[in-house]
């Protein structure tokens, strides 16, 4: 199986978050192996990764990233939050997403190694 990583580095106000959050889905529906990188301004979308954020979303439609966030979170892809974006971005006491580790940059280095990556 091929792996695929994708890395991310804006936030979600980005055109490139909505691109890369969609071929993340489409290679996860192709049966493929799917890393998320998050790094810089993209780690805060950690925080709308937690299956609480959904439950609590008002019926108003939810935008497209939202639904795009729920997918991946529901297939189980593995999501990496590069540690220093972390310190800087997020609060102290912000709880990881289920399934997300944190990492330093050297790990993205590592997992390029064997992995088709995509960078936004």
């Known amino acids: ?3 695929y990583l ?3 580095s804006c936030s979600k106000d980005d055109d ?3 691109r890369c959050l969609r071929l993340a889905k489409l290679a996860v ?3 493929r192996d799917v890393h998320l990188f998050l790094t810089d301004d993209a780690v805060t979308l950690a925080k709308r990764m ?3 954020v959904f439950e609590t979303l008002p019926e108003p439609p ?3 990233i939202d639904k795009l966030i729920e997918f ?3 297939a189980r892809i593995t999501i990496h939050l590069e ?3 972390v310190r800087d971005k997020l609060a102290p006491q912000s709880p990881l997403p289920e399934g997300a580790t944190l990492c330093a940059e050297a790990r993205l280095i590592d997992m390029a190694e064997n992995a088709r990556v995509f960078s936004f």
């Open 1 to 3: 199986m091929t792996n």
């Open 6 to 8: 994708f890395m991310l």
């Open 16 to 18: 490139r978050v909505r």
């Open 50 to 52: 937690s299956p609480r």
């Open 72 to 74: 991946l979170r529901k």
């Open 83 to 85: 540690k220093r974006s």
């Open 62 to 64: 939810r935008d497209e």
């Open 29 to 31: 529906l192709k049966g």
